[in-house]
């Protein structure tokens, strides 16, 4: 009686030994570690899109907008309404999916999620990103970067010379945002390297100083892949020919605006 014939996916006797002594150089394909391809999806034809903005025009704002508002309005009302500022970004989504389906009535909450899972599925993996990063600056703080990077700066600032310090301050959140993808990562790490020793410990103004970073960092963040939801995201999205084209549109603008930012520190702190 002949052998039945087993399927690519089922694991036999000779998987077995080559697993064993490990030469088995196809086991992806016994393990389901397959390529996939992107499947079919509903996706508006340019013709659709065109038709929905001229219907809606730049009220397409309003949605992306209430879901800040909502944000900032949990957050200044925590002790009132017991709301943090994730309370509000979670009912500013809702709040967003009432307005779409206001503006167009094919937009029902079908479509809604549809769109919400061809966009995951177009970005990939990179949806994840900003978080991990988010986390690396407090895995830096604790695992004590900024004390490495202090024992670093001290050689290069002159004691007592704050400007000089917040010149090194801001382009650090510059370069270090560009590393890690995430101003608000990098912020811990530069502040307790570089900010809090050699700028806010001679007395300037904690406030200025801390909230002009941060914008130093959002310098970077204009110049870097690794801020996927800004400038790999949109690229995925639109179907840029150039994938660092919205990169180098905004390399220019960051430059005047890190120049413009240290000026201000100085002349503020």
Sequence with gaps: MAEKRKKPYEIGELDHYLLGQGTHYEIYKKM?????????????????????????????FIPALSIGVFAVGAALTTNVLGFSALNGVAIGVFAAAAFLM???????????????????????????????????????????????????????????????????????MMLFTMIMGNAFAAITVMTVGIGGPFVLAYGANPVVIGMLALTCGFCGTLCTPMAANFNTVP????DMKKQFGVIKNQVPIAIVMIIVQIVMMIMLK
């Design 32 to 60: 389901g570690a397959h390529k996939v391809k992107k499947g079919k999806t509903d996706a508006p034809s340019k013709a659709d899109t065109q038709a929905a903005f001229e219907a809606i025009g730049m009220k397409i």
């Design 102 to 172: 206001l503006f167009n009535k094919k937009n029902t909450p079908m479509v809604l999620l549809n769109d919400s899972e061809r966009m995951l599925s177009t970005v990939g993996p990179l949806s994840m990103l900003p978080m991990l990063l988010a986390c690396l600056g407090a895995v830096f703080t604790a695992a004590g970067v900024g004390d490495v990077v202090a024992s670093l700066v001290e050689r290069i600032i002159p004691a007592g010379n704050v400007n000089a310090g917040i010149i090194v301050y801001a382009l650090g």
């Design 235 to 238: 690229v995925a999205l639109l």
